[in-house]
């Protein structure tokens, strides 16, 4: 029986990521909300490893192998996306630069404008994600809510500026009502020169 060479390649907590104090949330929620992202972290690596060993002892088709591939998209998007909103969170106001700033504008009809959609998205229903996204291949925005970790991810779509609104996100400071106060002052931290220097990162090849 053939048996894998390699162990999966294990990802590793991006300790350079721990959110510092930005003046709006606790410390204690801070810590909690690194904790859960060391989570996803863990569940990944367990579930590539797991699914790995399934696969070269011949359970490959198995309702327990066919349940962990399932899970594991969950996990790995729980760990991308919350890696992508603690690097766009910043102790200091920033603006979007260059290209994305004209771009939004010419989707938006204004920054304002653009800020407005954003914060109406983010009163969707449900535990999910607010994520403006940038296509390099048609050069277009979209902005959308992805329900929990997965569902509703844009293929194609490079996430710009990503924002937590699952409740683990604002319940221990905001209690279990307070997402709108919770995003409206998240908000004015979120790093949008970061959002523009992921679009250049993302542009097109000519």
């Not at 300790?15 to 060391?38: A, M, N």
């Not at 690596?45 to 969950?74: C, T, V, W």
């Not at 940038?134 to 277009?140: A, G, K, L, R």
């Amino acid at each position: 029986m053939f048996r894998p060479e390699m162990k999966p390649m294990a990802y590793e907590v991006r300790e350079e990521l721990e959110p510092r104090s930005i003046g709006v949330l606790s410390k204690e929620l801070q810590d909690d909300h690194f904790r859960i992202y060391k989570s996803f972290v863990q569940h990944t690596n367990s579930l590539q490893a797991e699914l790995q060993a399934m696969r070269f002892s011949g359970q490959g088709g198995s309702l327990l192998y066919l349940e962990r591939a399932k899970r594991i998209s969950f996990e790995a998007n729980g760990l991308m996306l919350h890696e992508l909103f603690f690097e766009n969170l910043s102790p200091q106001k920033s603006e979007f630069q260059g290209e994305l700033a004209e771009l939004l504008e010419k989707t938006f009809g204004s920054l304002d404008s653009w800020r407005d959609d954003f914060l109406e998205i983010s009163k969707c229903r449900g535990n999910g994600w607010a994520i403006l996204f940038y296509n390099p291949e048609m050069e277009q925005i979209l902005q959308t809510f992805v329900e929990s970790n997965h569902l509703g991810v844009p293929l194609g779509w490079v996430p710009l500026l990503v924002l937590d609104l699952w409740e683990h996100a604002y319940l221990r400071d905001f209690g279990a009502h307070g997402r709108d106060s919770y995003v409206s002052r998240i908000f004015e931290f979120l790093d949008l020169n970061m959002a523009s220097k992921r679009l250049l990162a993302n542009h097109s090849q000519p």
